[in-house]
Structures are given as C-alpha cells and as structure tokens.
C-alpha cells in the first residue's frame, strides 16, 4: 500500500511576508487546500494587505514551494 507523507510549511492563522514583494505588507494564510489523490497539490491561500488574495505551493518538498519563492514566517500582526 502506497503511504504518502506531505511536508506542510504554513498552516491557517500564520502571519507571512513576500520577501520580494515587501510592498504587498503582512500576509494571513486563510485557507489550506489539500489534494485526497497520492502525489497531488497542497495550496496555501493569503490575504495580503495591500495586495489581496495569492495562492501558493505549499509542500516543502517541491521546488515549488512557496518558502522557495520568498513567503517567510513573521512574528508582525496582520
């Protein structure tokens, strides 16, 4: 039986920042999306302030992620 295990970055209620993107202001992840299918996507949605809804990669794993892409924890306030 094929066991899948993802690496999840972010979780719901963390406050991020786009660190080539400061412009965009603190982010807050308000949705997880996670494919039931084994070896499908795992998606992050953020609302920025200044920059609205994005939606990202979240498995550490991929070279996709989002954390590649410059998405940091912050300790800031949303």
Same mark, same amino acid.
């Given at each position: 039986m094929f066991r899948e295990v993802r690496r999840l970055y972010l979780s719901v209620g #963390?406050? =991020? =920042?786009?660190?080539?993107?400061? #412009?965009?202001?603190t982010g807050l992840v308000v949705e997880e999306i996670n494919s039931t299918v084994p070896g499908g996507m795992s998606m992050v949605r953020i609302e920025f302030k200044h920059a609205g809804l994005k939606t990202f990669n979240n498995d550490i794993d991929s070279l996709y992620c989002c954390y590649y892409a410059g998405i940091r924890r912050c300790d800031e306030e949303y």
């Open positions: #963390e406050t =991020v =920042v786009h660190l080539h993107h400061p #412009e965009w202001g």
